[in-house]
């Protein structure tokens, strides 16, 4: 995992004369912990925007303040979505060798043959997933091989997914990740009364019909 660093200055400026800071180009942010008391910074927005754009909320970003740096997680963005960028970001300090509870996305990865030559429905039961391990070890992403998924029916559950023993996943082992079904299309029109299938809640993606 490539390592993510910002350089940052701490500032003295707060209120409302950040609105000057960023102005000049800077992104005002602060970095706060178990163990430490916040320390208010500015970076340069436009290499930080390019930095930050490629971190997840599980990325480990090392936050360089003016020589000494600080491990942390980017914990909340604030944007400007008119203009698009980022005003504000929240750093949180983590402890190397404290144990750390994240939330990592999943990322689905493949093509499964039960949607692409069944007509089978994808249905994706978890986008995220809870887990507890050192900072060092925390992954970015979790990839799930819907390639597993060969027939309809076939499940990936949590236990079925690539995760390092040194990571402790939070969720059910048996919890399903991701199935494919086939829906009737009047069961899927019937519904709950809206139009929807049952399972509203499920990110769904649909395969190719079968050349007749």
Do not use: W
């Amino acid at each position: 995992m490539e390592k993510i660093v910002l350089n940052a200055s701490k500032r003295e400026v707060t209120g409302k004369q950040v609105k000057a800071l960023r102005r000049e180009g800077k992104l005002p942010a602060v970095i706060y912990g178990r163990h430490l008391e916040p320390i208010s910074i500015s970076l340069d927005a436009h290499s930080a925007g390019l930095t930050l754009a490629k971190a997840s909320a599980s990325s480990l970003v090392t936050v360089n303040v003016d020589g000494e740096e600080y491990p942390t997680l980017v914990r909340e963005r604030q944007r400007d979505y008119v203009k698009g960028i980022l005003t504000h970001v929240d750093f949180l300090a983590v402890n190397m060798n404290e144990a750390i509870r994240a939330s990592v996305g999943l990322i689905f990865e493949g093509v499964s043959s039960a949607v692409k030559d069944y007509n089978g429905i994808l249905v994706r039961n978890l986008e995220r997933l809870e887990v507890e391990c050192l900072p060092g070890d925390l992954p970015d992403r979790i990839a799930v091989d819907i390639a597993a998924l060969k027939q309809i029916g076939d499940i990936i559950r949590v236990k079925d997914l690539p995760i390092s023993d040194k990571v402790r996943v939070l969720a059910d082992a048996e919890e399903p990740v991701a199935v494919v079904t086939i829906v009737k299309e009047e069961t899927a029109a019937a519904g709950d009364g809206t139009g929807e299938a049952a399972t509203p809640e499920m990110s769904v993606e649909r395969g190719k019909k079968e050349a007749e």
